[in-house]
């Protein structure tokens, strides 16, 4: 526990959500209001590739107005990158340039925001500073609309994702239903290994408007089942059957069936881009003769702030603020988790910390015993589970009709 | 002009919207309001099909607060239907069917919800009742996202589905520059032959996240140009580009690029199903080599009602209720439609009544002086026009954090 004075860098890391900059917000409001420990507060530009560059943004020089309305904007308002620190003994490099910039502009605070591959950053830079005898204090803050990581109840992110997921399936469910003729439709939701918010759908069940059949990648998927699947469902319901699969589903052997469904060409040769509904569509109008649409939700579902989960938005900013407060506490080497209570039937939550190590390069799954109906549904306990995770509603003010998202100044940070 | 007494009819016809519900909201809502001239108030099940098959539910036996709610409820409560009347001439059955049931029913009221096929429909059966001595008084409501409609300043749907266009291309725009290597990403918006949700596309650029090119189907398509148009944008920002193009996008020869870039499949031989977007991304990918990311908006752009614009909603509420009061008053053989008006900057809109053959089976499309940057941008023309339709926020209150969407009983109507 050591109680430190210096800058503070904040970067951001992965895939965006909804709500990544409501956690910026956190850290950004909660920080500035320490100067006597946080004397100046970075933004790097494109997470740990701009502390490697020397590109991060002053953010004190922000309008205190454009950080509020941070708390509503989609996207990585910083820029974001996906970039996997080597193991320092196999190449100290990227160690060595980080060492000499936060020593540069005496960065004694480091949070970074992501999924897996991000606390596993957090974790390495740690680790490293600290043999090398550099006081700095380190937080992950967790983020990802995947839902996959451990040691937390649920990651920022995965409320709103999940609500636009269960809402629009709400929606499409009408949209789906309306002429007397019949109609196959497949969506496809994001979640390479984890099917958490390709079960969100199974929420729109709950107001009587769900899907009638479920993918998730850790059932094996098998394409003649699902022909089999979406067939008994037309034959019950006159030619009607809403399907949604994950990105993700895979054979028994573990392989992405879009992959090997991939390389569609058209009549040019030209590849086609786009997701396995694609061509599970054009199986079932072959197999099942029926008229097929499929959906894929796309970068849709994790940019869609219009439709954020307020509770989603809070939990965000409170994982953003809480790590500044633990580090300035003296706290390092942790990721801050939610914990979830309930009393009395009331959704609580809390914020925590564990040790880095444990989000870091593992992904939690849903649970085999809350799939049900034959690898196509979800159960009461996942309703539970998620439910109150999509609740509220919180986002930008309207100008001209449309979001007003923050615009940041992005002054170059100098020490 | 006829002051009758009688049944009521009303149907739904074509592609749904976010708001044809809030019409039908509208003219039940006014039509109970007058039991002295309305002794009955039908809805068809799937437009003139449920008029043929004497399928119907009767709207005086719903719960009121659940018509109040299908303001907000997207898609077609009672049922779409496609069906194109044939000429009397030709084919006298289905009119004599009509008024068969017209007679056995009293219905003295008909009023009919749709595009263009729609109001060729009303004006068909409208002048074959006149001819034979039936009087009923008939009213086209219009709708479609397409804006299509002649006589009308604009068609109740658009307003909300344009709201949805520019939001999501925002959402887009800021996802969609998140990393800091290059990306293209191609969105494919509705309309076959007008470009007017297209080019609501631009609407974004207006609060400065729009996308950087816009192909509407009113100017002939290249792919050539379209690839560099793609490549001018990509050199001068960073290999980032964001195009929008119509479903309807045509070579100089009519021909619609879809259909010509159709017929893809994949490794196994199945069809691809999906729209130009995908074609177009493959293209791009292939003669520029940069990452293309298409996204089709596919239905929901027309179901969103979670983003339903209030001025759309109102308008498309008083365009029923408005309908009812013009048939009570003897009004026949017309179409409702908005009239804008410009007052001291501030936008209004009423109702008129217009003859029904003036919307029959005719298409508005978007004015050639109002597309600019070499077949890529729209006007601030365009921009005026578009922007007030967009305003304000009406929606499905919620219940478990998801839109609480009107539950019609659906009885089956009696004599």
């Not at 590739?49 to 020089?61: A, C, Q, R, S, T």
């Not at 009607?240 to 993700?248: H, N, Q, R, T």
């Amino acid at each position: 526990m050591k109680n430190l004075k210096g800058a503070l860098m904040f970067g951001q890391s992965g895939g965006p959500t909804s709500v990544i900059n409501s956690s910026a917000a956190g850290v950004f409001i909660e920080a500035l209001k320490h100067p006597d420990k946080i004397t100046r507060v970075y933004g790097a530009a494109h997470g740990v590739k701009g502390i490697l560059d020397e590109n991060f943004y002053d953010i004190g020089k922000e309008d205190p107005k454009e950080l509020e309305l941070l708390k509503y904007t989609p996207s990585s308002a910083l820029g974001s990158v996906r970039y996997k620190l080597k193991k320092a003994a196999d190449d100290e490099t990227d160690y060595k340039r980080i060492l000499e910039v936060f020593k540069k502009y005496d960065i004694r605070y480091f949070f970074y925001n992501g999924g897996n591959d991000s606390m596993d950053t957090c974790n390495k830079v740690s680790k490293y500073l600290a043999q090398n005898g550099y006081e700095c204090n380190i937080i992950g803050v967790p983020k990802t609309i995947d839902n996959d990581l451990c040691g937390t109840d649920h990651c920022p992110g995965y409320g709103s994702a999940a609500k636009y997921v269960a809402t629009t399936l709400m929606e499409l469910n009408l949209d789906a239903k309306v002429y007397n003729t019949g109609l196959v439709t497949i969506v496809e939701v994001m979640g390479r290994n984890a099917g958490w918010l390709t079960a969100a759908s199974a929420l729109a069940a709950y107001n009587g408007l769900g899907p009638d059949l479920i993918y998730l990648p850790e059932t094996a998927f098998s394409v003649d089942k699902f022909v089999a699947d979406v067939k008994g469902v037309c034959e019950k319901n006159n030619n009607k059957c809403i399907a949604v699969v994950s990105e993700g589903i895979k054979t028994a052997e573990g392989k992405y069936i879009g992959e090997f469904m991939a390389s569609a060409t058209d009549l040019f040769g030209h590849a086609q881009l786009g997701g396995v509904c694609f061509s599970l569509a054009g199986i079932v109008k072959e197999r099942l003769g029926v008229k097929v649409r499929p959906i894929e939700f796309s970068l849709l579902q994790r940019c869609a702030a219009h439709l954020a989960s307020k509770t989603d938005v809070d939990e965000a900013f409170e994982a953003g603020s809480a790590a500044v407060r633990y580090a300035i506490d003296g706290e390092t080497d942790k990721m801050v988790v939610l914990i979830r209570d309930v009393k009395d039937g009331k959704y609580h939550c809390s914020v925590e910390l564990v040790p880095v190590e444990k989000a870091a390069n593992s992904e939690k799954t849903v649970p085999k015993e809350w799939i049900t109906g034959n690898g196509t549904g979800l159960s009461k306990e996942f309703i539970d589970y998620a439910l109150p995770l999509i609740q509220g509603e919180a986002k930008a003010p309207l100008e001209n009709g449309l979001p007003r998202f923050a615009r940041l100044k992005k002054v170059k940070g100098g020490k």
